[in-house]
C-alpha cells in the first residue's frame, strides 16, 4: 500500500514578535519517574537489521504562525554578516568515513566520541566505529538495544557521550505511549558493558525533535511542543541523571518557558558541559531566540531561562526567565525566518528538484558549554536569512556567550554570520575545544547551473586569539554531494561533538545524498597547533586583480601555526620563476596568530592581461612543518575595460505570460576599473533590440541586476530566445558580452505528483540526450535544456527509458505516454501524442519502443513531454495536464538548445477569493467554500518574494483571515489561499 504524504509549504516572509519586560517563573507542569530496565551487552545478543525501506519519519509539527509581512529587522544586508572566506589555511580533516546509506527521510544524523569508540545514530538505527572509522559493530535497529527499547523504532534519536560519566546515551521517543526512551550504557565501551534504559513517560504529550544535554543536576531535554501555550504547557523536561548513571528509579520533570513567543515549530537548547569539570548544580541555563520578524517580539534577541531543580522535593523546582540579550548587549539584527515558517525553503541544482528545508527557528544541536579557568564559556548558532532584500540566502549566524562566575549573568563574548560567498550555509553544528578554538560544521549547496553545489559537508573555525566575530580558518570539505536531496526534509539536524580523549578533535556528522539514497558522513579534524614551531604564508594582501603598475607594493599575512611566539626570521617572493626577493621580519608574531608584512623591494605588474605568478615562502630554522611553508598564488593585470552579461534572470519559463513582461539582467564588470553609464540591450528571438543604459555604478568584481524600462510582449503561448548583452565602448573582451536563455510560455505543468515510490521515469534516452538517475522532486521535472536532434526524414525513432516501480506481475503496472508539440502552441494535444499508455515491463530495466513523426512536421524547435506512472490510482496518463497520484512528468527538446524551466503553477478552484480592504492597510481575506480541511494562505510581492504563509480553519461557512500589512511597503502584492494541489489567487494593492 502506498502512503501519501502531502504538506502545503509554499512561503516567503518577513515575520514579528515582542517580549515582556516582567521576569516569570514557573513550576513543573508533569512529574513522574522510571525504573532502569538493564540490558546486557551488545556483544552478547543477536542485533536487529534496521529497516532498510524508503520512509519519511515523524513529520514536524508545528502551530499556525501569526505574521505581520514586512515587519522586523534588518531590512537589508548588514555588516555583521562574514562575507569573505577565512584564510587561515588548515590540514583537511585527519579522516573521513560514511556512517551510513539508507532510505530513512530524514536520516537524523548523530553521534559521539568516547576515549575508544564512535557511536553514530540515525533514524532510526546506529553502529559503532572505532577511532579510525572502522566499523566494529554492524548497523543495528535501535530495538536491539533491548530493555525498554524493545520492538521501539520511533526515531529522533541523540547519541551523547557524558565525559564527567564515562557513559554514552543513547535517546529516541515513543509513542507507545508517549515517553522518551533513554539508554545510558554502564561503561565507556558500549558493546561489551551493558545498559540501563528507562522510559520516561511524558503526560500524553508525544515529545518531538528532542535534543538532550547534560548539566550537572541532570540531563535535560527540549522539545518542539505545544507551540501556542509553549509558556505553560511542558516543553522542557529534567532527568534525574544520578540515579540513571547507577541504574536506579529516577525522577523526571516537565516545564514550560514562561514569556517565550514561538512562530509554529521551534526549537529552543539546553547548555551540554563538556570537558573535564562538570557544570554546577542548579542555574541549568534553556537558550531560544527571539525574532523581531514574529508576532510578539519588539527586538531580536536571545532569551535565556535558568532551571533550578529540586528532586527531594520536585514540587519546590522553578523555571526562571532570566536574560534578553539584545541589541544593547552586541545581538545584531537578524531574520531568522524563512518562507513564513515554511518547511521547503532553499532551492537546489536542476529545476526539477525539490526546496530543502532550511532548519529554521532552531538553536541548533549542540549548545555546548566548557569551564575555564577565568570564565565559563557556551557556543551556539542558528540559520538566518543574511539579506532580506534579495533572494533568500541562508548564512549561519553563531554565537560565544561568556560568565565570569558560576550563576552569574552571561554576556555576548563576541558574535558572527557565516555567509563568505552566494552559497546557502545551513544546518549548522558548533563546538569548542578545551584550547578555545571553535569549530562550525554545516551543509553548503548553490542552485547556480554555472556553480552548481549539491548538498555537501564542510566546516570552518576560528582559534581562540583570532579577531572576534569571523570564521578565520579557510573552509574544508568533509564531502560533496553528487545529487540533490530528493525531499524537502532535510537533517533534521547534524552533530558537531568533541573527542572526549584530548579534548581537541571534532567528529562532525551530517547528511548528503547520491542518487536516491540518503548518507550520513563523518568529518574528523583538528584546529589546535600540532607543533611548537610552525610558520607560513596565509595570503597575499596586495596587490589584488586590477588595473596595475610598473611598481606595486607587495604585502602578505604571515601565519604563527605554532605553540612558541617567532621573530627574526626570512620571507621571500619570486614571480613567474624569476629572482628570489628575501628580506627579514624583525617583529614578534604570538602563538596562533598572524601579520602582515610589506617588502621594501616593489614589482613590475604593468602588462595589460598579463597573470602573474608568485611564490611566497618563509624559512625558519625550528620549522616542524614544512608543508604550509610556501604559497603559490597569481595577480592578473586587469583590463580596465571589460563588462558583460552573466545571466538573464527574468522572465522564467511559467504559464500565463503577459503583454508586458519584465526583462532583468545581471551586469558583471569584469575589467580593471568602475564603470558607470553601461550601455545594455536585450532581444526578443530575432525582434529589434531594446537598448537602455544601465546608470549605477559597477565596482572592480562587482555584479548589479538591472532590469529593463521597456517591456516584452510574451503573452502567446510558445517559446522565446531571449538574448542580453552589454556594449562598453573600447571593451576588452566581447566575448562575455552576451548571454542567452529560452523561456516557454506553456499551457500547463502537472506538478504534484509522488515518485518517492520509484513511480515515473528515472532513465531517459532519445537520440543523443541520455539522462540517467533523475531525481525524483515533485512529480515534474524540466529538462527543456537536454535537446533531441530527430531527422524527419527517417522512418522511426527509438527512446528507452527506466522506471524504479511496477512489474508484469505485480498488481501496479507502470506505463508510459508521450508527446511533440509539432505546432509550438504549447499545448500538447492528443494528436500530437506519439506513444499511449506503453508498459514498462520490469523495474530497474531499460525498455525501448519506437515511434514516429510526420514527414511534414514543422522544422525547428519544440517541446517533448513524457509521462510515466502507476494508472491503477488517480490520475490520467493520457492527460498531459492532470495530476497523478503516482508518477512523473518530463518535458524536454528536440531542435531546440540553451533551455531551461522554471515552473510556478497555481491551479485554481471554484470557491471565489475576495480581498476586503479596510483602514490602515488592513485587508479581510474571505474564501466561501463547503471545503473543510485546514487550508493554507500565503502572501507574495511582485517579485516573487513570500511575505507570509498560514494556516485558515473553516470558521462554518467559509475560511476567513485578518491580514495586517501596515508594515508592507507601497506595492502590489499576491494572496493565494488553497490546498498544495488546489488554490485561488488574488491581487491586490498597499496604498
Given at each position: 500500500?502506498?502512503?501519501?504524504t502531502?504538506?502545503?509549504?509554499?512561503?516567503?516572509?518577513f515575520?514579528?514578535v515582542?517580549?515582556?519586560?516582567?521576569?516569570?517563573?514557573?513550576?513543573?507542569?508533569?512529574?513522574?519517574?522510571?525504573?532502569?530496565?538493564?540490558?546486557?551487552?551488545?556483544?552478547?545478543?543477536?542485533?536487529?537489521?534496521?529497516?532498510?525501506?524508503?520512509?519519511?519519519y515523524n513529520?514536524?509539527?508545528?502551530?499556525?504562525?501569526?505574521?505581520?509581512?514586512?515587519?522586523?529587522?534588518?531590512?537589508?544586508?548588514?555588516?555583521?554578516?562574514q562575507?569573505?572566506?577565512?584564510?587561515i589555511?588548515?590540514?583537511a580533516p585527519?579522516?573521513?568515513?560514511e556512517?551510513?546509506?539508507?532510505?530513512?527521510?530524514?536520516?537524523?544524523?548523530?553521534?559521539a566520541a568516547?576515549?575508544n569508540h564512535?557511536?553514530?545514530?540515525?533514524?532510526?538505527a546506529?553502529?559503532?566505529?572505532?577511532?579510525?572509522?572502522n566499523?566494529?559493530?554492524?548497523?543495528a535497529?535501535?530495538?536491539?538495544?533491548?530493555?525498554?527499547?524493545?520492538?521501539?523504532?520511533?526515531?529522533?534519536?541523540?547519541?551523547?557521550?557524558?565525559?564527567?560519566?564515562?557513559?554514552f546515551?543513547?535517546?529516541q521517543?515513543?509513542d507507545?505511549?508517549?515517553?522518551?526512551?533513554?539508554?545510558?550504557?554502564?561503561?565507556?565501551?558500549?558493546?561489551?558493558d551493558?545498559?540501563?534504559?528507562?522510559?520516561?513517560?511524558?503526560?500524553?504529550?508525544?515529545p518531538?525533535?528532542?535534543?538532550?544535554?547534560v548539566?550537572?543536576?541532570?540531563y535535560?531535554?527540549?522539545?518542539?511542543?505545544?507551540s501556542?501555550?509553549?509558556?505553560?504547557?511542558q516543553?522542557?523536561?529534567a532527568?534525574?541523571?544520578?540515579?540513571?548513571?547507577?541504574?536506579e528509579?529516577?525522577q523526571?520533570?516537565?516545564?514550560?518557558?514562561?514569556?517565550i513567543e514561538?512562530?509554529?515549530?521551534?526549537?529552543p537548547a539546553?547548555?551540554?558541559?563538556?570537558?573535564?569539570?562538570?557544570?554546577?548544580?542548579?542555574?541549568?541555563?534553556?537558550?531560544y531566540l527571539?525574532?523581531?520578524?514574529?508576532?510578539?517580539v519588539?527586538?531580536?534577541?536571545?532569551k535565556?531561562?535558568?532551571i533550578?531543580?529540586?528532586?527531594?522535593?520536585?514540587?519546590?523546582s522553578t523555571?526562571?526567565?532570566s536574560?534578553?540579550?539584545?541589541?544593547?548587549?552586541g545581538?545584531?539584527?537578524?531574520?531568522?525566518?524563512?518562507?513564513?515558517?515554511?518547511f521547503?525553503n532553499?532551492?537546489?541544482?536542476?529545476?526539477?528538484?525539490?526546496e530543502?528545508d532550511v532548519?529554521?527557528?532552531?538553536?541548533?544541536?549542540?549548545t555546548?558549554?566548557?569551564?575555564?579557568?577565568?570564565?565559563?564559556?557556551?557556543?551556539?548558532?542558528?540559520v538566518?536569512?543574511v539579506?532580506?532584500?534579495?533572494?533568500?540566502?541562508?548564512?549561519?549566524?553563531?554565537?560565544?556567550?561568556?560568565?565570569?562566575?558560576?550563576g552569574g549573568?552571561w554576556?555576548?563574548?563576541?558574535?558572527?554570520?557565516?555567509?563568505?560567498?552566494?552559497s546557502?550555509?545551513?544546518?549548522?553544528?558548533?563546538?569548542?575545544?578545551?584550547?578555545?578554538?571553535?569549530?562550525?560544521?554545516?551543509?553548503?549547496?548553490?542552485?547556480?547551473?554555472?556553480?552548481?553545489?549539491?548538498?555537501?559537508?564542510?566546516?570552518t573555525?576560528?582559534?581562540?586569539?583570532?579577531?572576534?566575530?569571523?570564521m578565520?580558518i579557510?573552509?574544508?570539505?568533509?564531502?560533496?554531494?553528487e545529487?540533490?536531496?530528493?525531499?524537502?526534509?532535510?537533517?533534521?539536524?547534524?552533530?558537531?561533538?568533541?573527542?572526549?580523549?584530548?579534548?581537541?578533535?571534532?567528529?562532525?556528522?551530517?547528511?548528503?545524498?547520491?542518487?536516491?539514497?540518503?548518507?550520513?558522513?563523518v568529518?574528523?579534524?583538528?584546529?589546535?597547533?600540532d607543533?611548537?614551531?610552525?610558520?607560513g604564508?596565509?595570503?597575499?594582501?596586495s596587490?589584488?586583480?586590477?588595473?596595475?603598475g610598473?611598481n606595486?607594493?607587495?604585502?602578505?599575512?604571515?601565519?604563527?601555526?605554532?605553540?612558541?611566539?617567532?621573530?627574526?626570521?626570512?620571507?621571500?617572493?619570486s614571480?613567474?620563476?624569476?629572482?628570489e626577493?628575501?628580506?627579514?621580519?624583525e617583529?614578534?608574531?604570538?602563538?596562533?596568530?598572524?601579520a602582515?608584512?610589506?617588502?621594501s623591494?616593489?614589482?613590475?605588474?604593468s602588462?595589460v592581461?598579463?597573470?602573474?605568478?608568485?611564490?611566497?615562502?618563509?624559512?625558519?630554522?625550528?620549522d616542524?612543518?614544512e608543508?604550509?611553508?610556501?604559497l603559490?598564488t597569481?595577480?592578473?593585470?586587469l583590463?580596465?575595460?571589460?563588462?558583460?552579461?552573466?545571466?538573464i534572470?527574468?522572465?522564467?519559463?511559467?504559464?500565463?505570460f503577459?503583454?508586458?513582461?519584465?526583462?532583468t539582467?545581471?551586469?558583471?564588470?569584469?575589467?580593471?576599473?568602475?564603470?558607470?553609464?553601461?550601455?545594455?540591450?536585450?532581444?526578443?528571438?530575432?525582434?529589434?533590440?531594446?537598448?537602455?543604459?544601465f546608470n549605477?555604478?559597477?565596482?572592480?568584481?562587482?555584479?548589479?541586476v538591472?532590469?529593463?524600462?521597456?517591456?516584452?510582449?510574451?503573452?502567446?503561448?510558445?517559446?522565446?530566445?531571449?538574448?542580453?548583452?552589454?556594449?562598453?565602448?573600447?571593451?576588452?573582451?566581447?566575448?562575455?558580452?552576451?548571454t542567452?536563455?529560452s523561456?516557454?510560455?506553456?499551457?500547463?505543468?502537472?506538478?504534484?505528483?509522488?515518485?518517492?515510490?520509484g513511480?515515473g521515469?528515472f532513465?531517459?534516452?532519445?537520440?543523443?540526450?541520455?539522462?540517467?538517475?533523475?531525481?525524483?522532486?515533485?512529480?515534474?521535472?524540466?529538462?527543456?535544456?537536454?535537446s533531441?536532434?530527430?531527422?524527419r526524414?527517417?522512418?522511426?525513432?527509438?527512446?528507452?527509458?527506466?522506471?524504479?516501480?511496477?512489474?508484469?506481475?505485480?498488481?501496479?503496472?507502470e506505463?508510459?505516454?508521450?508527446w511533440?508539440?509539432?505546432?509550438?502552441?504549447?499545448?500538447?494535444?492528443?494528436?500530437?501524442?506519439?506513444?499511449?499508455?506503453?508498459?514498462?515491463p520490469?523495474?530497474?530495466?531499460?525498455?525501448?519502443?519506437?515511434?514516429s513523426?510526420p514527414?511534414?512536421?514543422?522544422?525547428?524547435?519544440?517541446?517533448?513531454r513524457?509521462?510515466?506512472?502507476?494508472v491503477?490510482?488517480?490520475?490520467?496518463?493520457?492527460?498531459?495536464?492532470e495530476?497523478?497520484?503516482?508518477?512523473?512528468?518530463?518535458?524536454?527538446?528536440?531542435?531546440?538548445t540553451?533551455?531551461?524551466l522554471?515552473?510556478e503553477?497555481?491551479?485554481?478552484?471554484e470557491?471565489?477569493?475576495?480581498?476586503?480592504?479596510?483602514?490602515?492597510?488592513?485587508?479581510?481575506?474571505?474564501?466561501e467554500?463547503?471545503?473543510?480541511?485546514?487550508?493554507?494562505?500565503?502572501v507574495?510581492?511582485?517579485?516573487?518574494?513570500k511575505?507570509?504563509?498560514?494556516?485558515?480553519?473553516?470558521?462554518?461557512?467559509?475560511?476567513v483571515y485578518?491580514?495586517?500589512?501596515s508594515y508592507?511597503?507601497?506595492?502590489?502584492?499576491?494572496?493565494?489561499?488553497?490546498?498544495r494541489?488546489?488554490?485561488?489567487?488574488?491581487?491586490?494593492?498597499?496604498?
Amino acid at each position: 500500500m502506498k502512503k501519501i504524504t502531502i504538506l502545503l509549504v509554499l512561503f516567503f516572509g518577513f515575520h514579528a514578535v515582542v517580549f515582556s519586560q516582567e521576569r516569570e517563573t514557573a513550576s513543573p507542569v508533569y512529574i513522574d519517574s522510571a525504573s532502569a530496565v538493564p540490558s546486557s551487552a551488545m556483544s552478547k545478543r543477536k542485533l536487529i537489521q534496521p529497516e532498510k525501506e524508503f520512509k519519511i519519519y515523524n513529520p514536524r509539527n508545528r502551530g499556525i504562525n501569526k505574521i505581520v509581512p514586512g515587519k522586523g529587522l534588518p531590512k537589508i544586508k548588514t555588516e555583521a554578516v562574514q562575507q569573505k572566506m577565512g584564510e587561515i589555511p588548515v590540514k583537511a580533516p585527519n579522516f573521513t568515513f560514511e556512517a551510513v546509506s539508507t532510505q530513512a527521510t530524514p536520516t537524523d544524523p548523530t553521534g559521539a566520541a568516547g576515549p575508544n569508540h564512535y557511536v553514530n545514530g540515525w533514524n532510526s538505527a546506529f553502529s559503532i566505529f572505532d577511532k579510525s572509522g572502522n566499523q566494529i559493530m554492524q548497523p543495528a535497529s535501535l530495538a536491539s538495544i533491548g530493555g525498554e527499547f524493545t520492538n521501539e523504532t520511533l526515531g529522533d534519536p541523540i547519541i551523547l557521550y557524558d565525559e564527567f560519566a564515562d557513559r554514552f546515551i543513547i535517546s529516541q521517543f515513543s509513542d507507545t505511549p508517549e515517553s522518551f526512551l533513554i539508554a545510558v550504557s554502564q561503561g565507556p565501551d558500549p558493546i561489551n558493558d551493558g545498559w540501563y534504559t528507562y522510559r520516561f513517560t511524558t503526560n500524553g504529550v508525544l515529545p518531538d525533535y528532542p535534543k538532550i544535554s547534560v548539566w550537572g543536576d541532570g540531563y535535560y531535554i527540549t522539545t518542539n511542543k505545544n507551540s501556542r501555550t509553549a509558556a505553560t504547557s511542558q516543553v522542557i523536561y529534567a532527568l534525574e541523571r544520578d540515579q540513571m548513571l547507577i541504574g536506579e528509579t529516577a525522577q523526571i520533570m516537565s516545564f514550560p518557558l514562561p514569556g517565550i513567543e514561538t512562530n509554529g515549530f521551534y526549537s529552543p537548547a539546553g547548555f551540554s558541559g563538556i570537558g573535564q569539570e562538570l557544570p554546577p548544580r542548579g542555574n541549568s541555563p534553556i537558550v531560544y531566540l527571539q525574532d523581531d520578524s514574529w508576532a510578539g517580539v519588539n527586538e531580536d534577541h536571545l532569551k535565556l531561562w535558568l532551571i533550578n531543580v529540586d528532586w527531594n522535593n520536585p514540587s519546590n523546582s522553578t523555571i526562571s526567565e532570566s536574560q534578553e540579550l539584545g541589541a544593547a548587549d552586541g545581538v545584531s539584527p537578524f531574520l531568522a525566518t524563512f518562507d513564513g515558517g515554511s518547511f521547503s525553503n532553499l532551492s537546489q541544482p536542476g529545476s526539477d528538484t525539490p526546496e530543502i528545508d532550511v532548519l529554521q527557528a532552531t538553536m541548533m544541536y549542540m549548545t555546548t558549554y566548557r569551564k575555564f579557568p577565568n570564565y565559563n564559556a557556551v557556543v551556539m548558532n542558528f540559520v538566518v536569512d543574511v539579506d532580506p532584500s534579495a533572494a533568500e540566502h541562508a548564512g549561519i549566524r553563531w554565537y560565544e556567550l561568556r560568565q565570569q562566575n558560576d550563576g552569574g549573568p552571561w554576556s555576548v563574548f563576541q558574535e558572527g554570520t557565516y555567509a563568505p560567498d552566494n552559497s546557502d550555509r545551513f544546518s549548522g553544528s558548533i563546538g569548542m575545544d578545551k584550547e578555545g578554538n571553535i569549530a562550525l560544521g554545516y551543509t553548503v549547496l548553490n542552485d547556480n547551473p554555472q556553480n552548481p553545489v549539491f548538498p555537501s559537508l564542510r566546516y570552518t573555525g576560528r582559534y581562540r586569539n583570532d579577531e572576534p566575530g569571523i570564521m578565520t580558518i579557510e573552509e574544508q570539505s568533509i564531502i560533496e554531494g553528487e545529487s540533490p536531496n530528493p525531499n524537502s526534509r532535510y537533517g533534521d539536524y547534524a552533530h558537531l561533538s568533541v573527542d572526549a580523549a584530548d579534548g581537541l578533535t571534532f567528529w562532525h556528522n551530517g547528511e548528503y545524498f547520491v542518487g536516491q539514497e540518503r548518507k550520513n558522513h563523518v568529518g574528523v579534524f583538528k584546529i589546535a597547533p600540532d607543533f611548537d614551531n610552525d610558520l607560513g604564508i596565509v595570503s597575499l594582501i596586495s596587490p589584488e586583480d586590477s588595473s596595475l603598475g610598473a611598481n606595486e607594493e607587495i604585502t602578505i599575512r604571515i601565519r604563527n601555526y605554532g605553540r612558541n611566539a617567532q621573530s627574526n626570521f626570512e620571507v621571500s617572493y619570486s614571480i613567474d620563476g624569476g629572482p628570489e626577493v628575501t628580506e627579514t621580519f624583525e617583529e614578534s608574531i604570538a602563538a596562533t596568530s598572524s601579520a602582515e608584512f610589506t617588502f621594501s623591494e616593489n614589482a613590475d605588474l604593468s602588462e595589460v592581461g598579463r597573470t602573474y605568478e608568485f611564490i611566497f615562502s618563509t624559512n625558519l630554522e625550528a620549522d616542524e612543518n614544512e608543508e604550509n611553508d610556501t604559497l603559490l598564488t597569481s595577480v592578473r593585470n586587469l583590463p580596465p575595460n571589460d563588462v558583460g552579461v552573466t545571466s538573464i534572470d527574468a522572465p522564467r519559463t511559467g504559464e500565463n505570460f503577459s503583454s508586458s513582461e519584465e526583462i532583468t539582467i545581471s551586469i558583471e564588470n569584469f575589467g580593471g576599473e568602475p564603470q558607470q553609464d553601461i550601455p545594455v540591450f536585450y532581444q526578443i528571438g530575432n525582434n529589434t533590440p531594446v537598448r537602455e543604459v544601465f546608470n549605477g555604478n559597477l565596482p572592480v568584481g562587482g555584479l548589479e541586476v538591472y532590469t529593463f524600462n521597456e517591456t516584452s510582449d510574451i503573452s502567446p503561448s510558445g517559446t522565446y530566445r531571449i538574448t542580453g548583452g552589454t556594449r562598453l565602448e573600447n571593451d576588452f573582451e566581447p566575448n562575455n558580452d552576451t548571454t542567452v536563455r529560452s523561456v516557454a510560455n506553456l499551457d500547463c505543468i502537472p506538478e504534484g505528483s509522488d515518485c518517492s515510490f520509484g513511480d515515473g521515469i528515472f532513465f531517459f534516452e532519445l537520440e543523443n540526450v541520455l539522462n540517467e538517475r533523475i531525481p525524483c522532486g515533485n512529480g515534474y521535472a524540466d529538462f527543456i535544456g537536454l535537446s533531441a536532434n530527430l531527422d524527419r526524414s527517417q522512418s522511426e525513432f527509438t527512446v528507452s527509458v527506466q522506471s524504479l516501480f511496477g512489474d508484469l506481475t505485480d498488481t501496479d503496472a507502470e506505463r508510459f505516454s508521450m508527446w511533440i508539440d509539432l505546432n509550438d502552441d504549447a499545448v500538447f494535444g492528443d494528436d500530437e501524442r506519439l506513444i499511449t499508455s506503453e508498459i514498462i515491463p520490469t523495474a530497474g530495466e531499460w525498455h525501448s519502443t519506437n515511434f514516429s513523426i510526420p514527414g511534414d512536421a514543422s522544422l525547428g524547435q519544440h517541446l517533448l513531454r513524457i509521462r510515466a506512472g502507476d494508472v491503477d490510482f488517480e490520475g490520467d496518463l493520457n492527460n498531459p495536464c492532470e495530476v497523478m497520484d503516482y508518477g512523473t512528468t518530463h518535458d524536454y527538446s528536440v531542435n531546440i538548445t540553451d533551455s531551461t524551466l522554471d515552473i510556478e503553477d497555481f491551479i485554481l478552484n471554484e470557491a471565489e477569493l475576495v480581498v476586503v480592504s479596510e483602514e490602515n492597510k488592513q485587508f479581510r481575506i474571505v474564501m466561501e467554500t463547503d471545503y473543510e480541511e485546514t487550508l493554507r494562505i500565503t502572501v507574495h510581492n511582485i517579485l516573487g518574494q513570500k511575505m507570509l504563509e498560514n494556516q485558515v480553519e473553516n470558521s462554518g461557512s467559509g475560511y476567513v483571515y485578518e491580514l495586517d500589512m501596515s508594515y508592507a511597503t507601497r506595492g502590489v502584492y499576491l494572496v493565494r489561499m488553497g490546498t498544495r494541489e488546489v488554490g485561488k489567487v488574488k491581487r491586490f494593492i498597499v496604498e
